[in-house]
């Protein structure tokens, strides 16, 4: 991030926007543009460590004390920390966007089976439950239905997943 300090002061706002752009689905910054400034290496480090911060500061719903403190002793740290604060509704907008377009799939009902394996061709005496979960997804309009079947240790660790993820969820939403 030390290579920040290779832009002209004047330039380091507009850069930082590019990326903000790019953040939120639009135009991102082109090296081209900053060929004379930065190598190639330098550069994707540079868009790499900016994409990161502006999105681990909102994502995490960072102090501007916590952002300086990341930014450590890079130079135009008050440019960096401007745009972030002009634009943080915007880049949380833009991350919202691009997890919501991972699945636009959502669980419309559910329904579940307990049964009890006796035996089967291999083994005279099983004596083991399986769980037959059924889930109804909505996809672009059309309902259709996905089941599965899981042994106990299988749904344990999908009840889990599932907790992990509401408590994931449940921060964002604080």
């Not at 960072?62 to 450590?72: Q, R, T």
């Amino acid at each position: 991030m030390n290579s920040l300090t290779k832009l002209p002061s004047a330039r380091c706002p507009s850069l930082c926007h590019k990326v903000v752009d790019g953040l939120c689905g639009r135009e991102p910054p082109h090296m081209a543009d900053y060929g004379d400034t930065w190598r190639l290496g330098e550069w994707l480090e540079l868009m790499d460590c900016l994409s990161s911060l502006f999105r681990r500061a909102v994502g995490d719903h960072c102090s501007d004390e916590e952002v300086l403190a990341g930014l450590g002793d890079v130079g135009y740290s008050e440019a960096v920390l401007g745009v972030l604060k002009a634009r943080r509704e915007e880049i949380r907008q833009g991350l919202l966007q691009r997890t919501h377009l991972t699945s636009n799939a959502t669980l419309q009902d559910f329904d579940w089976q307990l049964k009890l394996v006796l035996s089967s061709d291999k083994i005279s005496s099983l004596q083991t439950p399986l769980l037959n979960l059924s889930l109804y997804v909505r996809e672009d309009g059309a309902l259709r239905p996905v089941s599965i079947e899981m042994s106990r240790e299988e749904l344990h660790t999908l009840i889990s997943s599932l907790e992990a993820a509401n408590k994931v969820v449940v921060l964002q939403l604080k």
